[in-house]
């Protein structure tokens, strides 16, 4: 059950909280990615939660071909796998019809995949990525959908939203169907349904229409940041979201940075998830309250001070930038740790930061201060 708290005046910024069977989700929230159980860089469970993690996202897809969905099942589901005890939100595989386009075959009743890893055959439709999902036992499900690349034929988004929101129907119908069986993982997994139309506003608004009769405990906006400008994404989040149901959260998925961020927020938008956080960390590009900083700049090789000196990570509190620097510089796996650690930290900080600003009536004063500070290159 999704509570809104407040609205705010001056935006479309929300305020809410998503009951779920594994604990309550605040929002607005990000969700950090761990596509294969694990973030990437060498961050666990345990990490995620000493750095306030809400919600931690894996990928369907990845988790299916290993280490296999039934062995996570008997096991006992992904948080029991992971070691972590809150809510887990599960994509489709939906966003493998888009990124692995050279290796797929889209048909009416799913899409026939070549594995990435080792060219085996696959099959996914909606039926298949429910059972997956049910199988893993997230508390989130999303519905198998296809995401297109921007710009993209008008005909074809048509037929392509017509084919997804039909699928989203078989979606709603197998997962009820698990969630009634005896033994299932997670007997009150949620379902959220996905908004497509790339930046066609009439296909856009058409979906989010279509899909809203589905019943889905929220409703996400997919399709975006596929190739698209920033004010094309702003647009079109400006265009679907009063045709959004109120009562429902909202995710905007894989999006992205932290202005990319506030600026949906401002929006009206609830849920975000991102790999920006930790891919770009990996290479030394970390993400602070004074903007976007490259660890591996000559002028860092002394720099005594921590990355962000109003940080409270682990890497801030123990390390220099000379030291991440070099670490990274060596190659060596704890550069990768301290600068992921501090950049999930950061998101998950930001958007705490987001929430507290509502709660007490200075949003607008927030956005306003840093909505271009965080996007900015740190001058320091």
């Known amino acids: ?63 299916h071909l290993r280490p296999g969905d039934e062995l996570v099942r008997d096991m006992g589901g992904i948080r029991k796998f992971t070691g972590w005890d809150g809510p887990v939100l599960t994509d489709s595989g939906g966003f493998q019809v888009f990124s692995l386009a050279k290796l797929r075959r889209i048909k009416e009743e799913g899409v026939y995949f070549a594995s990435h890893i080792d060219g085996k055959r696959i099959f996914m439709g909606p039926e298949e990525s429910m059972r997956i999902q049910s199988n893993l036992g ?40 698990l969630n009634a069986e005896e033994g299932t993982v997670n007997p009150g997994q949620y379902l959220f349904g996905i908004n497509q139309g790339s930046t066609y506003a009439d296909l856009r608004i058409e979906h989010m229409k279509r899909i809203r009769e589905i019943p889905c405990e929220g409703y996400a906006i997919g399709g975006l940041a596929v190739g ?50 930790s891919r770009n960390a990996r290479h030394g590009n970390v993400f602070t309250w004074h903007g976007k900083m490259n660890l591996l700049n000559e002028k860092y090789a002394r720099d005594p001070r921590p990355i962000d000196e109003n940080c409270t ?42 929430r507290e600003a509502m709660d007490e009536d200075r949003f607008e004063s927030f956005y306003n201060e840093y909505h271009d500070l965080v996007a900015e290159r740190n001058p320091d």
């Open 1 to 63: 059950m999704f509570i809104l708290k407040k609205k705010e005046e001056k935006s479309k910024a929300r305020r809410g909280v998503l009951k779920t069977p594994h604990g309550d989700i605040e929002t607005p929230v990000f969700m950090n990615v761990a596509t294969c159980a694990a973030i990437k860089g060498g961050l666990s469970a345990f990490d995620l939660k000493d750095n306030d993690c809400r919600v931690m996202l894996s990928n369907t897809y990845h988790l």
């Open 138 to 177: 997230s508390t989130i499900a999303m519905a198998f959908d296809e995401c297109i690349e921007n710009p993209a034929e008008y005909g074809y988004t048509k037929r392509s939203c017509e084919r997804t929101a039909r699928w989203l129907e078989r979606c709603r119908a197998e997962l009820d169907r």
């Open 228 to 277: 698209e400008t920033v004010e094309e994404m702003y647009e079109t989040i400006e265009q679907v979201e009063p045709f959004m149901p109120e009562d429902r959260p909202r995710y905007l998925m894989g999006v992205g940075t932290p202005q990319n961020i506030i600026e949906a927020v401002h929006r009206g938008v609830d849920f975000f998830d991102c790999v920006m956080p």
């Open 313 to 354: 990570c682990e890497a801030c509190r123990n390390h220099s930038r000379a030291y991440i620097r070099h670490l990274i510089k060596a190659k060596e796996a704890l550069g990768m740790r301290l600068a992921v650690t501090h950049s999930i930290h950061f998101y998950n900080e930001f958007t705490r930061s987001i």
